[in-house]
């Protein structure tokens, strides 16, 4: 069973920079694909950015590539999300996910999430 923590979230301005944090309860959580997913509201959840063991394949939705960086510190089972140039669009609950499998579709473990708000 792998918990997940989110944290990093916050009331910015347009245009600022958030770094969101996920810590996983696991040792072997650097063996874990990784995701950032959002939900804002009234909205479905969308997948924001992933990244696989040893970052080895990363992937961003198109409207935050070039923007953001989903990085891991796998020495500290950290999975880090650098937004930059933020949007009001951007507003959102952010969810950490993991799974075992390379790459999956689906994650089996989320996170609370942590509340993101862009506005001026």
């Known amino acids: 069973q792998v918990q997940l923590v989110e944290s990093g979230g916050g009331l910015a301005q347009p245009g600022g920079s958030l770094r969101l944090s996920c810590v996983g309860s696991?040792?072997?959580?650097?063996?874990?694909?990784v995701a950032w997913f959002r939900q804002a509201p009234g909205k479905e959840r969308q997948l924001v950015s992933s990244?696989?063991?040893?970052?080895?394949?990363?992937v961003y939705t198109p409207s935050v590539k070039g923007r953001s960086t989903i990085s891991r510190d796998d020495d500290k089972n950290m999975v880090y999300l650098q937004m930059n140039n933020l949007k009001p669009e951007d507003t959102a609950i952010y969810f950490c996910?993991?799974?075992?499998?390379?790459?999956?579709?689906?994650?089996?473990?989320w996170g609370q999430g942590t509340q993101v708000t862009v506005s001026s």
């Open positions: 696991v040792r072997t959580f650097s063996r874990y694909s």
């Open positions: 996910a993991a799974d075992e499998r390379y790459s999956p579709r689906e994650f089996y473990y």
């Open positions: 990244v696989t063991i040893a970052g080895r394949k990363t």
